[in-house]
């Protein structure tokens, strides 16, 4: 058992990414269920629905799982606002998962009540300042991850500097993840253990739009790209999404609205370069919406229920333990990323946007 498992109560050493659209209360369960580290994301909830939505993952799974807050998005006061209302519906062992540092107070509230505290970054700096904070588990993110990012180096960098500088820290990486072969290198490599976003988009239980769910099955790497196009709502922060009509054009079209997302019955337009994702509540052009998807999109092949992706990577991961445990030596340290399976390199039959 690493760490990260003991730390959390895992049986896998893998957390799936707190996703904004994507990682509702189903998704966040059944992860959990699987004994890996389910997670729901709190993104904008507003805090009674976020309590509400804490409420029916703690209904639905006897296993450990998290909540993920974004204090950049909702800023320090919204966080706390949030987890004021979530923390009281926490059962023990769960945990809370900060994309970015979060404030003092919000550190300071999640200790206090005695929940682990997770925390994403992307630079050595940000690791120090986050275990100065109390944080008990570092997600070190790396270049290859979908979504926002806190870095600028890939993870296998950014693992190296931070483990050299604190050998005692219980750290996952995040980016590059999507079988058990990839976990098992980063386990190699002096993880202990991994954060995996890409891979659980087009889980049955993931409320991502069905046409994310498809570009992503279908996405190789190279369908990705790094942009700071999708500002309105999340500024000054690049983030890596699949390749789009808009991410192939020049110059700045007019921010109008162009789709609607649904929640309870509620209807929000969503204008051209939101950052909001599209999910399956969202009705319009969601082809131009930012799906954040990381370059491991390439070894992410099906629609498969959580429990069936988690049971795969735990099977992988074991096996690529015991073949490492029997070959042990350098040649064996990390293996080339040849594992899982991989789509065919498509460079000659993408979409006119996608070159
Ligand atoms: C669709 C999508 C939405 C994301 N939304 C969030 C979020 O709301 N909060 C967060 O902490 N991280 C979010 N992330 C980033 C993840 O925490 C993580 O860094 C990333 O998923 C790891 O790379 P991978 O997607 O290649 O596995 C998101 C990632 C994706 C792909």
């Given at each position: 058992m690493t760490r990260l498992a003991a730390r959390l109560g895992l049986v896998l050493p893998l957390l799936q990414a707190g996703m904004g659209a994507v990682a509702g209360p189903e998704l966040c369960a059944s992860v959990s269920r699987a004994g890996a580290g389910g997670t729901l994301a709190?993104?904008?909830?507003?805090p009674a629905r976020a309590a509400r939505l804490v409420r029916e993952v703690a209904a639905a799974t006897g296993r450990p799982f998290g909540v993920n807050v974004v204090p950049e998005v909702t800023g320090p006061a919204g966080c706390l606002d949030q987890l004021r209302t979530v923390l009281p519906e926490l059962p023990r062992g769960a945990f809370v998962t900060s994309f970015g540092l979060p404030d003092a107070d919000t550190a300071g509230a999640v200790r206090a009540a005695g929940h682990p505290l997770v925390v994403q970054v992307g630079t050595l700096v940000d690791a120090g300042t986050a275990l100065g904070q109390g944080a008990d588990v570092l997600v070190l993110q790396g270049t290859e991850a979908g979504g926002h990012l806190l870095g600028r180096l890939p993870a296998d960098l950014l693992l190296a500097a931070v483990r050299a500088r604190y050998p005692d820290a219980v750290l996952a990486v995040a980016g590059g993840i999507a079988t058990g072969q990839d976990l098992a290198d980063a386990v190699a490599r002096g993880a202990d253990g991994a954060m995996a976003g890409t891979l659980f988009v087009p889980a049955a239980e993931s409320t991502a739009h069905p046409e994310f769910k498809r570009r992503v099955i279908d996405a190789?790497?190279?369908d990705t790209l790094i942009t700071s196009l999708f500002d309105i709502g999340w500024p000054r922060r690049p983030h890596r999404v699949l390749r789009n009509p808009l991410t192939a054009t020049t110059g700045r079209a007019p921010a109008t609205f162009i789709a609607t997302t649904r929640v309870d019955g509620r209807a929000y337009p969503v204008p051209r370069y939101s950052a909001a994702a599209p999910g399956d509540g969202t009705t319009g052009r969601v082809e131009e919406m930012a799906m954040y998807c990381g370059r491991s999109c390439t070894r992410v092949t099906a629609r498969h229920p959580a429990a069936v992706t988690v049971a795969r990577l735990s099977r992988e991961y074991e096996r690529a333990r015991r073949s490492r445990a029997a070959s042990p030596g350098p040649e064996n340290a990390t293996s080339a990323r040849t594992s899982g399976s991989h789509k065919p390199d498509r460079t000659q039959e993408r979409q006119p946007w996608t070159t």
């Open positions: 709190l993104y904008k909830e507003p190789v790497a190279d």
